[in-house]
C-alpha cells in the first residue's frame, strides 16, 4: 500500500493505493478530500468528425446545335439582355445581366460568334442553365 496526494485542478486529495500483485490487502482507500470535489463528468468516447459529403457536381450546360453555350454562372433572375439577338459579339462582350440576392452579375462573350438567347428577361435561371449559344 501506498500513500499519495493527488492534486486534481487544483484540488487536493490523499489516497492511499494498493499496489497489484504486491499484497493482498483491500483495494485502495481515499480520505476525504482537503476541499469539495465536483463529481467528475462521465467519460463519453470521442468520435472522430465524419468525412465531409463530396460536392455536388457543377451542372454543365447542354450541348446546343449550331453553337457554343453560354451557360449561367449562377441561380438568379435575368434582369436585361444587353445585345440584340443575332447581333455579331466579341469575347468580352456584355450579353446580358442576372439579378441574384439584390446584386446584378453582367455576363460576358466567352467567345466571339452571332448571339442566340435561351432566355427572356424576368426569367429565373438555374446554375448551369444555358443562357445564350453563340455560332
Same mark, same amino acid.
Given at each position: 500500500?501506498?500513500?499519495?496526494?493527488?492534486?486534481?485542478?487544483?484540488?487536493?486529495?490523499?489516497?492511499?493505493?494498493?499496489?497489484?500483485?504486491?499484497?493482498?490487502?483491500?483495494?485502495?482507500?481515499?480520505?476525504?478530500?482537503?476541499?469539495?470535489?465536483?463529481?467528475?463528468?462521465?467519460?463519453?468516447? *470521442?468520435?472522430?468528425?465524419?468525412?465531409?459529403?463530396?460536392?455536388?457536381?457543377? @451542372?454543365?450546360?447542354?450541348?446546343?446545335?449550331?453553337?457554343?453555350?453560354?451557360?449561367?454562372?449562377?441561380?438568379?433572375?435575368?434582369?436585361?439582355?444587353? @445585345?440584340?439577338?443575332?447581333?455579331?459579339?466579341?469575347?468580352?462582350?456584355?450579353?446580358?445581366?442576372?439579378?441574384?440576392?439584390?446584386?446584378?452579375?453582367?455576363?460576358?462573350?466567352?467567345?466571339?460568334?452571332? *448571339?442566340?438567347?435561351?432566355?427572356?428577361?424576368?426569367?429565373?435561371?438555374?446554375?448551369?442553365?444555358?443562357?445564350?449559344?453563340?455560332?
Amino acid at each position: 500500500m501506498k500513500q499519495l496526494r493527488i492534486t486534481v485542478a487544483g484540488q487536493t486529495f490523499d489516497v492511499t493505493v494498493e499496489t497489484i500483485g504486491a499484497s493482498s490487502e483491500p483495494a485502495a482507500a481515499v480520505s476525504a478530500p482537503r476541499v469539495a470535489a465536483p463529481a467528475a463528468p462521465a467519460s463519453v468516447p *470521442v468520435q472522430p468528425p465524419s468525412p465531409a459529403p463530396a460536392p455536388a457536381a457543377p @451542372v454543365s450546360p447542354a450541348p446546343t446545335a449550331g453553337g457554343a453555350p453560354v451557360p449561367s454562372p449562377l441561380a438568379g433572375k435575368v434582369v436585361s439582355l444587353d @445585345v440584340a439577338a443575332g447581333a455579331q459579339v466579341k469575347e468580352g462582350d456584355q450579353l446580358l445581366t442576372l439579378e441574384a440576392m439584390k446584386m446584378n452579375t453582367v455576363i460576358y462573350s466567352p467567345a466571339a460568334g452571332a *448571339v442566340s438567347f435561351a432566355v427572356q428577361p424576368g426569367q429565373a435561371v438555374q446554375e448551369g442553365q444555358v443562357l445564350a449559344t453563340l455560332a
